[in-house]
C-alpha cells in the first residue's frame, strides 16, 4: 500500500530535549516535506527537499533540521524544543500532481 | 508576501444544496493548484487538481481564473459526508508550498 509513515504520532516532551520525528514513504518519490499546522494559521511549511541530499528552507525553519540522507527517509529535528513548537506536524511527499500526507504527529512541548 | 487566501466560513448548507468555494492567490508565478479537503484531526487529502479549462469528478468542479488570479470548488448536491475543512494551494515550481487557511464546511440534514 502506497503510504507516508511518521513516528511517533504523539510525543509529549520537555523544553531542551532533543526529538526526532521520522517520516518515511514507500512511492520513491523525490519531493518530501514538512508542515506545521496550528489554529487559525494554516499549514506552514518548515522545510522541504527536492532529492536526497537536497533540502530548503520553507516559510518557518527556525528551531528545526532536516536530512535527506535516503530518498524514502526525511526526518525533521528539534534540537532544543520549546513550547511554541507544540503543534499538529505533517509530512508529505509527492512526484509531480499533488502531495500525499502521512497521519500527523502531534507534539506537545512542556 | 506571497498569500493564499480563503473565506474561513463556515459555510452551513442544507444536504443537496450546491456550494461554492474561492481561493485568491496572490503570485501570478504559481503554476499549479490543487484543493485538498482535511478531516477533522486528519491529514489533508488531495481532492482535485485544478487547470485553466476546469476539471470535474462527479460531484466536484474546479476552475482556474488567472486573469483574476482564484482557483474556485464547487460541490453539487452536497452530502453529510463532505462536511470537512477545504485547502487550497498554489504551487510556483521550486519555491514553498502555499497553503490557504482553508474553508469549513458543514452539510446539514
Known amino acids: 500500500e502506497a503510504q507516508v509513515t511518521q513516528n511517533p504520532r504523539y510525543l509529549i516532551t520537555v523544553t531542551g530535549k532533543k526529538l526526532t520525528v521520522t517520516c518515511s514513504q514507500n512511492m520513491n518519490h523525490e519531493y518530501m516535506s514538512w508542515y506545521r499546522q496550528d489554529p487559525g494559521l494554516g499549514l506552514r511549511q518548515i522545510y522541504y527537499?527536492?532529492?536526497?541530499?537536497?533540502?530548503d528552507k520553507g516559510d518557518v525553519p527556525e528551531g528545526y533540521k532536516v536530512s535527506r540522507k535516503e530518498k524514502r527517509n526525511f526526518p525533521l529535528i528539534l534540537e532544543s524544543p520549546s513550547p511554541n513548537q507544540t503543534s499538529l506536524y505533517f509530512c508529505?511527499?509527492?512526484?509531480?500532481?499533488?502531495?500525499?500526507f502521512g497521519p500527523g504527529t502531534r507534539l506537545t512541548v512542556l | 508576501r506571497k498569500e493564499v487566501e480563503q473565506d474561513p466560513g463556515p459555510f452551513n448548507v442544507p444536504e443537496g444544496a450546491t456550494v461554492a468555494f474561492n481561493c485568491t492567490y496572490s503570485n501570478s508565478a504559481s503554476q499549479s493548484f490543487f484543493w485538498y479537503r482535511q478531516d477533522c484531526r486528519k491529514e489533508p487529502k488531495l481532492l482535485m487538481s485544478?487547470?485553466?479549462s476546469g476539471n470535474e469528478d462527479g460531484r466536484f468542479t474546479a476552475q482556474l481564473n488567472r486573469a483574476s488570479q482564484y482557483i474556485s470548488l464547487l460541490i453539487r448536491d452536497s452530502k453529510l459526508s463532505d462536511s470537512a475543512t477545504y485547502l487550497c494551494v498554489g504551487n510556483s515550481g521550486n519555491t514553498p508550498l502555499v497553503f490557504g487557511k482553508g474553508t469549513r464546511l458543514s452539510v446539514i440534514a
Open positions: 508529505a511527499s509527492s512526484v509531480g500532481v499533488g502531495q500525499f
Open positions: 485544478v487547470y485553466s
Open positions: 527537499s527536492m532529492n536526497v541530499e537536497v533540502t
